[in-house]
């Protein structure tokens, strides 16, 4: 296409490649003669010159002690930098053929006028040359193509007109060149990257941008540019990202923008964009496919309003006032990788379309009126719960493939609210950790547990929250018979609360608190429950990857169903033991469940469960927490130093077992007194000693135990 003109502030960033071309000059010290006879002269010839620093501090003397010039060691002039010294005048009697070893010639803000002379082109080893602010005039001289070593060019703001030597924009390397607020007219339909980025730059970005018909890439972020985006910015169709985040720049965002089908990434953020963004881009045919290629476009931070049109593949629209649904076609952007809606007006249900967007890795809906089913897709289960919270009750199903029977997949806020009542005490079946628990039965009749987060008034108490999302984030991850199914959770601003399978009779610690319910959990169903929870265990420990521990196995975090099978629950203090990351935490867990080291180290592994699941399974044998007898035995065992066991030590097992069944006889007799030799192995204050959940799980199974027990048992 043709040339075009700059009336306007623009600066062009452009790349150019270095060469060095020798100086013509023999001698440092002929050279270093002629340099201050130039430099004299045109102090001289200052219209100024008498008004100005350098009539004082130009004297006598070497040029190399002058201020604003630097000398090589030879004693010639390397830089000379004058800017903001009132100077008046031209540069015609500064013949830069004297200075052939400048690298930097800085005379930026001065009074200086007339044309740049043609010998500029003599300074073959320049790289910076500054010349902005001041009152120059003429044809940019083409020799200016010659300096082969710039790096950056400054000739903004003067009144130099005419055109920019094509040569320049053929230049293709590193270099910054700045001509904004000058008359020039160039060629420059060859530009492909206008890159004006964290600079100063004020006032409206020139319309003629609509001339750049090869423009890819346009970024004119960090600067103070205000007025409008120009209406024809994607004027030849090939433009690939823009970016102008952080100006002024206000007004509607151009129509244009619609139907630029090259654009992968767009970022208007941080600017005074306003209008409908319906109208912005709607107006259009509907068809999304012209924009699939679009994986990133920021609209944040500005006073946007309407609805999100279907036809832009939106990335960043957080903190705008959008109202309405999400669109469907949203969903179809196969590509988006990072979607941030946060702090808009949306309401209603996220589109089921979003379950096929696979690419996104990083999504936030925070602080909209959003409710309903969250996609079942990676984005969302790894998304924390900071970027889900503030909406009108969105609930996820936590596992994959997992529906909650006859609910489609779909738990809904309502219904949980309905079925509890809105969690009436009347409904409440215990407590966890970090919350109460809930009976709900759902009108399709599947009867839940439901853990309602204790909550402050507005903002969840973070601690709980970050056990919220362990448990949510750990039991999305095991299935396993002996484990509590998560089947969902919800978010909400008021209730957020955690479904699970309704596991019906409660906790291992009120079954054996009660006679009744005691008295029915035969020997039989305890060494069948002590199997569960060490299967559950091994399974987390050893089977899954990273390995998980529980941290917090205890009777009241063991549930048991009608068939008295145990499932372990209460998985808010897991960890995942990743090779990467650290496995130093604080303490938690159950007072008297704890692994004794931990008092003393902070690191954390799969033995501390280990542990706890000797407590626990010396529990189920004597019917009540073994707390005084395990301090009993640990104040013996450290009076004692061999492993032989004096004799007043020696425990009658069937003196402390649950004296509320029956004695047990036989097989069960036995299985009994190995499952307490192997719950007194895991209880050894060395965590080294203790056996692994994979052997004790086989060990129960087996009953054949391999571990020396710490004293002896007597049957
Ligand atoms: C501008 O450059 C393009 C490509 O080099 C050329 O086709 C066009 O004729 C030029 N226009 C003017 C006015 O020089
Ligand atoms: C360049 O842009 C200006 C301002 O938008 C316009 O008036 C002019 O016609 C354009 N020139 C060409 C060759 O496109
Ligand atoms: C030199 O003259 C210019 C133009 O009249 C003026 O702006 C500048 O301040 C003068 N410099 C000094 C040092 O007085
Ligand atoms: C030239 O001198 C100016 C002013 O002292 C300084 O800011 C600049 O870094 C110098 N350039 C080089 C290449 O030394
Ligand atoms: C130019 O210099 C004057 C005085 O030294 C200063 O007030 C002014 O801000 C400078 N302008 C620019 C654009 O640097
Ligand atoms: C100065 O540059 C001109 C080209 O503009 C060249 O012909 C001449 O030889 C150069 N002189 C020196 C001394 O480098
Ligand atoms: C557009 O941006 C992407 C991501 O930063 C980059 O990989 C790509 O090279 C850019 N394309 C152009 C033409 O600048
Ligand atoms: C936004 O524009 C659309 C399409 O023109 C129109 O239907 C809608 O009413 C507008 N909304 C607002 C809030 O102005
Ligand atoms: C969403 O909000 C709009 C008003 O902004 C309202 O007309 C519409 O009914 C709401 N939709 C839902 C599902 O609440
Ligand atoms: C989501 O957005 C909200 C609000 O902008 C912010 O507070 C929160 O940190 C974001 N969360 C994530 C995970 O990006
Ligand atoms: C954390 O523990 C796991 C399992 O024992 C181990 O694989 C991992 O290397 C540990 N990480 C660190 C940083 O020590």
Redesign the pocket.
């Known amino acids: 296409m043709a040339s075009f003109i700059i009336p306007f502030k623009a600066l062009f960033f452009l790349i150019v490649v270095l060469h060095q071309s020798p100086s013509v000059f023999a001698s440092s010290s002929s050279i270093a003669a002629k340099e201050t006879e130039t430099l004299l002269k045109w102090k001289a010839s200052l219209d100024n010159n008498t008004q100005t620093v350098l009539s004082s501090l130009w004297v006598g003397g070497s040029p190399c002690n002058w201020v604003g010039i630097t000398c090589d060691k030879a004693g010639t002039i390397t830089n000379l930098s004058l800017p903001d010294y009132g100077l008046k005048g031209t540069l015609h009697s500064l013949n830069f053929l004297f200075f052939p070893n400048l690298v930097w010639l800085n005379l930026r803000n001065n009074s200086l006028y007339g044309p740049i002379p043609s010998h500029i082109g003599n300074l073959s080893k320049l790289t910076h040359l500054d010349l902005s602010y001041n009152t120059f005039s003429g044809n940019i001289p083409s020799e200016i193509c010659l300096l082969k070593s710039l790096e950056l060019i400054s000739l903004a703001s003067n009144e130099i007109s005419g055109s920019i030597p094509l040569e320049i924009g053929r230049q293709s390397s590193v270099s910054e060149i700045y001509f904004f607020d000058n008359y020039l007219r160039g060629n420059m339909t060859k530009l492909?990257?206008l890159h004006l980025q964290h600079n100063h730059l004020s006032g409206p970005i020139p319309s003629t941008l609509n001339n750049l018909t090869h423009l890819?890439?346009l970024r004119l972020a960090y600067n103070n540019l205000n007025g409008p985006l120009p209406e024809n910015v994607c004027h030849g169709g090939l433009l690939?990202?823009l970016t102008v985040i952080n100006n002024n720049l206000m007004g509607h965002i151009p129509t244009s923008l619609k139907n630029c089908k090259s654009l992968?990434?767009v970022r208007l953020e941080g600017n005074h964009f306003t209008g409908n963004i319906s109208e912005a881009f709607g107006e259009i045919p509907k068809e999304l496919g012209a924009l699939t290629l679009m994986f990133?476009l920021l609209l944040s931070g500005n006073q946007l309003s309407g609805k999100i049109p279907p036809e832009i593949g939106i990335l960043d629209l957080s903190h705008n006032l959008i109202i309405g649904a999400i669109p469907q076609q949203l969903g179809e952007l196969h590509s988006l990788e990072i979607l941030d809606l946060s702090h808009n007006m949306l309401n209603g249900s996220i589109p089921i379309s979003f379950n096929d967007l696979q690419s996104l890795t990083v999504v936030n809906i925070s602080y909209n009126q959003l409710e309903g089913p969250i996609p079942n897709i990676k984005a969302f289960h790894e998304a924390s719960f900071d970027a889900l919270r503030n909406n009108n009750g969105l609930c996820g199903t936590t596992w994959r493939f997992f529906t909650v029977r006859g609910y489609n997949g779909r738990i809904l806020y309502e219904n949980i609210i309905e079925a509890t009542e809105d969690f009436s005490s009347n409904n409440c079946i215990g407590s966890g950790g970090y919350g109460a628990v809930y009976k709900a039965a759902l009108p399709i009749g599947e009867v839940v547990a439901v853990k309602k987060l204790h909550q402050s008034e507005d903002s969840m108490i973070s601690n709980n929250l970050k056990a919220f999302e362990s448990e949510i984030h750990a039991l999305s991850e095991i299935r396993h018979r002996n484990i509590v199914k998560l089947y969902g959770f919800c978010s909400h601003p008021k209730n957020s609360f955690l479904v699970y399978e309704f596991v019906e009779r409660g906790s291992l610690k009120m079954v054996l608190r009660n006679k009744d319910t005691a008295m029915e959990l035969d020997w039989e169903k305890r060494l069948n429950v002590v199997k569960g929870v060490a299967n559950a265990l091994s399974y987390m420990h050893h089977d899954h990857s990273p390995p998980i521990i529980h941290r917090d196995i205890s009777s009241n975090n063991v549930l048991l169903d009608l068939d008295y099978e145990a499932h372990v629950s209460d998985f808010g203090t897991a960890r995942f033991l990743k090779p990467d990351s650290s496995n130093w935490t604080s303490l938690v867990g159950t007072f008297g469940y704890i692994a004794p080291e931990l008092t003393y180290t902070m690191k954390v592994d799969e033995k501390c469960d280990v542990y706890s699941f000797g407590v626990l399974t010396i529990e189920v044998l004597m019917g009540r927490h073994p707390g005084d007898l395990l301090s009993y035995l640990s104040s013996s065992a450290s009076a004692s130093t061999s492993a032989s066991v004096p004799n007043d030590l020696q425990i009658l097992l069937k003196d402390v077992i649950d004296q509320r069944l029956s004695p047990p006889k036989n097989q069960v007799l036995e299985d009994i007194v190995c499952t307490a030799k192997i719950a007194f192995a895991c209880l050894n204050s060395n965590p080294q000693l203790r056996p692994t959940m994979q052997q004790v799980a086989q060990a129960l199974t087996s009953q054949w135990f391999p571990f020396p027990s710490l004293f002896m048992i007597i049957k």
Request: charge should be positive; glycine fraction near 12%.
């Open positions: 492909v990257g890819q890439s690939v990202n992968y990434r990133r």
